[in-house]
């Protein structure tokens, strides 16, 4: 068989990242492609935007026939991970049982090559469930014998996003106040995820072994001024106020009590204010990847007449 032929097998394939990921792994002519999941609604939206390739549900937590799919696999974009929950368990299930079977099944169907999608929160000064075990999922990638080149993005937004500015920009649309943790000026660095998803392609095409880079989104913007670039770019009306953070942590708290999967939480908003920045190399030079400017990506993210209205499930 070609070498180039063979399949890439993509975890976590129906959540923000993958769902990026593959039609531009398409629009490249990069091969055959198997998606796995475990998201049931999210694996079939998956599925029926691209019926041309093999979407497989599985729980990778739990040993299953999916293991098949790696046999003869040329890469591995290991992008599965658990970003939000209330407790621990999820996250272990997720980012750690989940990467162990992972990599046993990619080693035992002879996979050569890992593109492995680990975060910037390990460079961070944050100390929560995802960020430890992000840590470990990583370690078990550079452990693993195969070779792989990691890649760790800072926060991350585009089409289907549900969880970060997607969010925001469907609460945003729904409300007539929109409310802002203290002074709002907290750094962020957010990556498009377009632009990450040409450099994911591009670590595919252009092997680099044993190499890992943070990646973050080349211009540097505080929280609130973000909030009103997506104001802007979504048309939204709503009055952007600052409450208070013990006011916004206590309405975290109370909504918590009332979805057990809630969309942000008090640990993350306890990250949100951390004052932190991170390493911006020039990965569009190292990979020949475009940087999206912010506005122009959030107008494609908002805009877009087809991807812009699909929404994900928690």
Known sequence: ????????????????????????????????????????????????????????????????????????????????????????????????????????????????????????????AARDFYTETKREQEALVVESAIPACILRPTLMYGWFDRKHLGWLARFMARTPLFPVPGHGRYLRQPLYVGDFCDLIAACLETPRPGQAYNISGQERIDYIDLIRAIRAATGARTAIVRLPYGVFWALLKVYALIDRDPPFTTSQLAALVIPETFEVIDWPAIFGVRSTPIAEALRETFQHPVYSKVVLEF
């Open 1 to 124: 068989m070609d070498l180039d032929r063979r399949p890439i097998v993509i975890t976590g394939a129906a959540g923000l990242v993958g769902q990026n990921l593959i039609p531009r792994l398409k629009a490249r002519h990069a091969g055959p492609l198997i998606a796995i999941d475990k998201h049931p609604a999210n694996a079939k939206t998956l599925a029926r935007l691209h019926p041309d390739i093999r979407v497989i549900e599985a729980d990778l937590a739990v040993d299953g026939a999916w293991r098949e799919a790696f046999i003869g696999a040329r890469a591995l974009v290991l992008n599965h991970a658990q970003i939000g929950a209330l407790t621990e368990a999820p996250f272990i299930a997720n980012n750690v049982t989940a990467t162990r079977n992972v990599l046993a099944a990619a080693k035992a169907g002879g996979v050569g090559y890992i593109v492995h999608m680990s975060s910037s929160v390990l460079n961070s």
